[in-house]
């Protein structure tokens, strides 16, 4: 199933998310490329504002399909016009918490997730990524007591 994502509804769930909203704006590609390979999924993103010069309009990094809003516009009337030029709508997941966005795109057929859900949905596909990480070895906690204690064991 493919996912149009409502990026600036995602970044909103994190903490701090505003005071570098370029830096939010790549972690969550990044997060969505993750999200993409290990659900094997579709992603097309879309966020409000102008294009970000290490991912303009149109680019695709690593298959997530990256869109802003038209100049003058905003990412939820770009979101409509995606959702209605779609051929397969119901098969289509909106992630945003716009109600009057979600409210159109239940209209028109679709699925919506709203972003705190799809940010838990991340989350754990994160979380799974860095246990698969993680080396298969037993942590020895004397030498990590004293490591941090000083002892020159």
Do not use: C
């Amino acid at each position: 199933m493919p996912y149009l994502v409502d990026g600036n509804n995602v970044m909103a769930q994190t903490v701090g998310w505003h005071s570098d909203k370029a830096a939010a704006r790549r972690r969550l590609i990044q997060n969505l490329a993750r999200f993409l390979a290990a659900r094997r999924v579709k992603v097309k993103v879309v966020f409000d504002g102008a294009p970000d010069d290490e991912f303009p309009e149109g680019v695709k990094f690593k298959s997530v399909h990256v869109l802003y809003a038209r100049p003058g516009s905003d990412a939820d009337t770009r979101i409509q016009e995606l959702i209605r030029k779609s051929s397969s709508k119901r098969d289509l997941i909106v992630v945003t918490s716009d109600r009057s966005l979600a409210a159109f795109a239940r209209r028109q057929g679709t699925r919506v997730v709203p972003a705190g859900q799809f940010r838990k949905m991340l989350q754990e596909v994160l979380g799974a990524d860095s246990k698969e990480s993680a080396p298969d070895r037993p942590i020895n906690v004397e030498d990590w007591m004293n490591y941090f204690n000083g002892s020159d064991h």
